[in-house]
């Protein structure tokens, strides 16, 4: 037994983020990685061919199974629809920033894998989780598979129980439909975000710590402004065409629709977020492979905004304030905590 958990312990960070690509949900992934557990301890494991590809095939089938449920539960959702925030920090320590009260470093889970690259960052960026809502469940189940972790067509269709050339086909049609609805929202045809999540929507080319250090003054810029409710200030650290998102869950007062416009979000801004700010500390961080802030009080989280960044602006936020939604991030915050 003690061999069976640490062999499957061996997979489960891919597990995660095999589940957590196909839902959008931490606290859903979570679930189906325990399933997977439960099933595996079942298992007559002299029968598993290939111990790496057993689990990885029922947590894609739970997957599946899962985002038909989750579809008709997001038709019925209270506002605005966003994934769940994971915290991803680059060296795994959560900073404190000077002015913010922030109480310096502390350690943090990474959890998606490593995220050094721009293909890597945007396989879990905001940006491409929600283009891959538009997406048939196998045709998501393929792009994921392929194209974060890199798994050739011929082990896919092993996985899903399908030929290698229809394999090839979800594949194509997934690129396609992203790539189409990636061009509608830059254009602002759509809801979606307004950079291709296929073309560095983290905010930047080239390796992960350039991109990160490029982040770290706007972010420290965007925080005092937002402090101190700069309107002008805030207008100048916006893209013409941002957008705003809040999903609050129904259980948090938030806008119910995006707010658009670089006039209009900097006064929503400047109101909402300035007497946000007054009662927290707002502490820059890594979710999701780019930019974000953590919203603190009293030592817990009250909120994520996720930042995507085009030519130096903000091109988009997305503000997470769901006490549902933000608890797997929660969880991660405080496990970081000194002791």
Aim: proline letters at 5%; a neutral charge.
């Amino acid at each position: 037994m003690v061999d069976a958990t640490l062999e499957f312990e061996a997979h489960r960070a891919r597990l995660f983020g095999i589940a957590y690509r196909m839902l959008g949900s931490a606290s859903e992934a979570e679930d189906l990685v325990q399933e997977a557990y439960l099933r595996w301890e079942r298992a007559d494991r002299d029968a598993v061919a290939a111990p790496g590809a057993w689990p990885a095939k029922v947590v894609t089938n739970l997957s599946l199974n899962e985002l038909a449920s989750a579809r008709v539960r997001r038709e019925q959702y209270v506002g605005q629809w966003l994934p769940e925030p994971v915290l991803t920090t680059a060296d795994g320590t959560i900073h404190g920033v000077a002015g913010t009260g922030g109480t310096g470093a502390r350690a943090a889970r990474q959890p998606l894998g490593p995220l050094e690259t721009v293909e890597q960052r945007d396989s879990v960026s905001f940006a491409l989780l929600l283009l891959l809502e538009r997406l048939t469940p196998p045709e998501r189940a393929v792009f994921v598979l392929r194209e974060a972790f890199g798994y050739p067509h011929r082990d896919i269709a092993e996985l899903l129980e399908t030929s290698e050339a229809n394999s090839r086909q979800l594949h194509r049609r997934a690129r396609q439909a992203i790539g189409r609805d990636a061009s509608a929202a830059h254009t602002g045809a759509t809801g979606t975000p307004a950079t291709p999540a296929t073309k560095g929507a983290g905010g930047g080319t080239g390796g992960g710590a350039p991109v990160r250090q490029r982040w770290t003054g706007l972010v420290e810029t965007f925080v005092a402004a937002a402090r101190e409710g700069d309107l002008r200030q805030l207008e100048r650290l916006l893209t013409e065409d941002v957008v705003s998102y809040a999903d609050g869950g129904g259980r948090i007062n938030t806008a119910r629709r995006p707010i658009l416009g670089r006039a209009k979000v900097a006064r929503y801004l400047a109101g909402g977020l300035a007497r946000f700010a007054a009662a927290t500390v707002l502490v820059p961080c890594e979710v999701n492979g780019g930019p974000a802030l953590l919203a603190l009080a009293d030592g817990g989280l009250l909120g994520v905004v996720t930042l995507e960044v085009a030519e130096g602006r903000i091109a988009a936020l997305r503000i997470c304030v769901s006490p549902d939604k933000i608890a797997y991030a929660a969880r991660q915050f405080a496990a970081s905590a000194p002791s």
